[in-house]
């Protein structure tokens, strides 16, 4: 067995020689503070996630932090790493955690290895203090916001069920005034999933957002649970905390709805297409930019996944971050090397699953190869012919990436061509001019272009706190 104990690189060299069969790299998401939290958001089943380990203090040691952190270093064959902080809330740890986690990044760091850092946090905590430190040390911070204050109030709330956003908008002026870099993540849930177009001007207009992630709301539950997941995961809810578990065909009333996740996309896609290309970075266009390469950005459309496990407080390894319980623990790195853990047969069968799990429907589908089924959390739903295991955003998706593929294509050709892929504006504007104002628009919204994509003006049907947003700039 590997060493598991804490103590510098130099005497414990790499160990990913003595298990050549371990990826060369992956995406741990660790969790310093557990999944507690300081807001209670209404669709947010990982503060269920307490209930794993009840009774106890959810804080990250120092051991294990800097085990966590020598080891992730040495089980990286690629020269650069990323430490990634997700929580729960990770700011509960206080500033001095994160000191202590980059000191102990240099002195295991091996000579040339090159580490990123980054952050998802909800932003409320955010001040000088975090920010300075953050620029300080580059790290990327992901702010999660869902969309202009109606949007974001509506289940991103305190405990006293209090909306967040005004909260949430200081914490990114302290971002913008240290000039820290962030990205927005987003979930789409079934508040903001009509308004895909203003939750994205949002963002880029207001916020002056350059990187995008957009997340689908998909909280499932049983007959016999349906009613709890309803009134939410938080204690607040009024009734003991369940433990929150990929089980179950039915959603909450919060979750997106399955064709209509894919109308939000196309509705930021039409925008984007027209203004944004090369300039603002939507996370899931990227990804389906570069499947037309054969690469692939992200495990959630990648053919097999496996390589993004999850991190408790207390050292114990989850195969992900959406699988964070009992079934699929993998063991506690304080007993066992993080890389012999994910390179365990538990791990690799976990990625391959969902290869192996494709339904008939989906290894005959088109959009395949930029698909390839989605999430295997979201795969509850009967395909076509009736057979289980169907992704329940399957009809969305195939919109997504039918509806987009056209102009994903045209944006390869350039790229292969040695032209910008943003040349694609161009040439989508020459096709608006032929097709002409009053022509139904390509988003598929069944208005006429001239009153939809092809208007530009800034929509004023949701309050989009602008004014505070600029006030705070
Ligand atoms: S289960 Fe889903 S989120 Fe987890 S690694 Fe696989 S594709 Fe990614
Ligand atoms: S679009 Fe639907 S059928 Fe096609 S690969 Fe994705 S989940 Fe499967």
Redesign the pocket.
Known sequence: MLSCASSSSAEHPSPAHSLPDAPPRFHLLAKPSGSTCNIDCKYCFFLSKEALYPNEKHRMSKATLETYIRQLLESHRTPEVTVAWQGGEPTLMKVEFFRQAVEFVDKHRRPGQVVKHTFQTNGILLDDEWCAFFKAHDFLVGLSVDGPRELHDTFRVDRRAQGTFDLVMNGWRHLRKHGVEFNILCTVNAANERHGRAVYRFFRDELGAKWIQFIPVIERATEQTIQLANRGWSEQAGHKRVLYTQTGNLVTDRSVGPKQYGVFLIDVFEEWLRHDVGRVFVQLFDVTLEAMFGRHLSCIHAPTCGLGPALEYNGDLYSCDHFVEPGYRLGNIHETHMLELMASPAQRKFGLDKRDSLTA??RS?A??PL????CPKDRFALSRDGEAG??YL?PG??LF?TQSRPAMETMAKLFRSGRPPSDVMAMTAIEDKRRGPYAPCPCGSGRKFRFCHGNDAPQRSIDTGSSEARRTS
């Open positions: 429907q989906c589908c959009v395949r698909c390839n089924g989605g169907q992704n399957c998706l195939e990436f």
